[in-house]
């Protein structure tokens, strides 16, 4: 069964369900389509908020999304779109992926996924290191994981099937997800692992030489931003502060964001601020006015016109659609 149940916690670290207890793994699907909300809008939820429904196969997938928010994890992640066309962003690096197209992410690198297209869909498997290798003295430790957990290689690669080593791992993509349902077949995480296994080397052929390597300590200063918005964003938020706490100028902090994320920052920390909003409309009955308050809004009436410019409704009636659903 495949479902997406991205979490993240405090440190927008994502939690992932794994497909069985104790192996390594998870499988999901992340799906854009659009669902009703309104004239001419999208319904747009956060994965945290994302509802799970049946799908084609008895697929689940947590329907609908606007964007996957910026986190990271400590699994390797590949990304392989099913429809559409869906962008992803890792750090300072944006990737237009079309159906058929993969990603590998290296772990640990703050990034983030939205739909260019309005039926974009795409699966993901996210592995932790230790599927692949968990001697740090071996050969294959050496050879295999320990280019990539250094970042000194490639940690954005791209695949499709018109390489030899593509054509492989976007097969081998395909077995996992369908092995990931198999839940009766006996040895299954074996199976999945050995498909992994089979492939990584191509992997790491399309990786050398061929991308870009994301800097380490860029990395580093995009995640103590995105850990500050997420702390403190029910107070106010100076550019001053920000930039004091990221060790750069006020100048200098607004340019790395927007080359990281290319996003404004007091952008994204209004979205920000929207989407906690939009949880504590679905999940408690505080006033309206209390939670402009709560996500750092100066008035209740300055909150509610920043919130229909983002949403196309107001406040109420976002919770009166969250309560119906």
Same mark, same amino acid.
């Given at each position: ?42 319904? &747009? $939820?956060?994965?945290?908020? +994302? =509802? ?9 997938? *947590?329907? @609908?999304?606007? !964007? ?112 990931? &349902? $198999?839940?009766?077949?006996? +040895? =299954? ?9 089979? *492939?990584? @080397?191509?992997? !790491? ?121």
């Amino acid at each position: 069964m495949i479902v997406n149940q991205l979490k993240t916690l405090d440190s927008k670290e994502g939690i992932m369900e794994r497909i069985s207890p104790g192996f390594p793994l998870s499988v999901y699907q992340t799906d854009f389509a659009e669902a009703e909300a309104g004239p001419g809008r999208r319904a &747009e $939820q956060s994965p945290e908020q +994302g =509802r799970c429904t049946a799908g084609p196969g008895g697929v689940r997938t *947590a329907s @609908p999304f606007s !964007l996957v928010p910026w986190h990271w994890h400590e699994d390797f992640q590949l990304c392989l779109v099913n429809r559409g066309t869906v962008r992803f962003h890792v750090v300072r690096q944006s990737c237009r992926l079309t159906q058929g197209t993969g990603l590998f992410i290296n772990r640990r690198l703050a990034h983030m996924a939205e739909p260019e297209s309005p039926d974009a869909s795409y699966y993901g498997i996210n592995v932790h290191p230790c599927l692949i290798c968990s001697q740090t003295e071996s050969l294959v430790y050496q050879q295999m994981l320990l280019p990539l957990l250094q970042l000194s290689t490639s940690s954005l690669i791209l695949f499709d099937k018109s390489t030899p080593e593509g054509q492989r791992l976007t097969e081998g993509f395909s077995r996992i997800l369908s092995l990931s &349902e $198999q839940t009766d077949t006996a +040895g =299954r995480e074996l199976l999945i692992q050995s498909e992994l296994l089979s *492939a990584w @080397p191509g992997l !790491l052929r399309l990786g050398s030489g061929s991308g870009e390597i994301v800097s380490a300590a860029g990395n580093r200063r995009l995640k103590e931003i995105l850990l500050y918005i997420s702390a403190h964003y029910p107070e106010k938020i100076s550019l001053a502060s920000l930039a004091a706490h990221s060790h750069l100028s006020p100048g200098e902090c607004s340019r790395f964001f927007h080359r990281a994320t290319g996003l404004n920052l007091f952008s994204y920390l209004l979205q920000y601020r929207i989407r906690q909003s939009r949880r504590l409309l679905s999940e408690t009955e505080l006033s309206i006015a209390q939670i402009a308050l709560e996500c750092g809004f100066s008035s209740q009436s300055y909150y509610t016109a920043c919130f229909r410019r983002q949403e196309g409704c107001t406040p109420n009636q976002y919770r009166r659609r969250a309560q119906r659903g």
